[in-house]
């Protein structure tokens, strides 16, 4: 499931969660992404490329959007339409708003139209098109998708599975303090890993979850992701 350069990290990280969640990952089928499927994050970033850690909340409340990384939505495919974004991206309210930001970050968009009629009208050529090119992009640039919590069973044992994971992400930081990754952390779920004791050695960024309209022109985040120029082919 993980990386080999991960590995030892990630077993260590596991074995920090209790043992009775450990049994439910083991056991139980109502969660998502499956147990084959919550460690993908680790899957395809090697571990010494590491430069980012973009902390989201939690995956996606669907079966088929939830992936293994945060912010790529399975259900997607194609990013864009002849109309704009497309139907999917658009239902997507998250991966809606950090698209327009990205085309404002590039230039190809004004803070003050991001309709969809003035992204129909941008040249797509050298955009990428697929969301599996978009994790690509932030894997190029060093960064891992992670959640603050790795799995979903339903809107009310959220903050739970939340809960549970977080001597995961204590033990992971605490092993990732030599390679001091930036923190990207995106709304309150994630900011509340300043508490963590270690957190203090990390260079962190703090913003707004995507989900909220002002983080298409938050200037923070601009100047974060423009250097990435995530959508780029």
């Not at 970033?45 to 850690?53: A, G, S, T, V």
């Not at 339903?154 to 549970?164: G, T």
Request: glycine fraction near 4%; charge should be neutral.
């Amino acid at each position: 499931m993980a990386h080999s350069s991960w590995e030892k990290t990630i077993q260590k990280a596991h074995e920090a969660l209790s043992e009775e969640y450990r049994q439910f990952l083991q056991h139980d089928n109502r969660y998502f992404p499956s147990k084959e499927l919550y460690l993908n994050a680790f899957s395809s970033l090697p571990k010494e490329n590491l430069k980012y850690i973009l902390f989201g909340q939690d995956p996606y409340p669907r079966v088929q959007s939830a992936i293994g990384y945060a912010f790529i939505d399975g259900g997607v495919e194609n990013i864009f339409a002849r109309n704009g974004l497309s139907k999917e991206v658009n239902r997507a309210t998250s991966l809606r708003n950090f698209i327009k930001m990205a085309l404002v970050a590039r230039g190809d968009l004004r803070q003050s139209d991001t309709s969809q009629e003035a992204i129909a009208g941008i040249d797509k050529q050298p955009l990428i098109q697929t969301i599996l090119q978009l994790k690509d992009n932030f894997e190029k640039n060093g960064v891992l998708l992670l959640n603050t919590a790795l799995i979903f069973t339903d809107k009310r044992e959220s903050n739970s599975h939340i809960r549970s994971w977080r001597p995961f992400l204590e033990t992971l930081l605490q092993e990732l303090i030599d390679l001091r990754p930036t923190l990207i952390l995106f709304g309150a779920h994630a900011q509340a890993l300043k508490k963590l004791q270690c957190i203090e050695s990390f260079p962190a960024v703090s913003m707004e979850h995507p989900y909220n309209h002002t983080f298409i022109s938050n200037q923070t985040v601009l100047d974060l992701f423009a250097p990435m120029d995530l959508l780029a082919k």
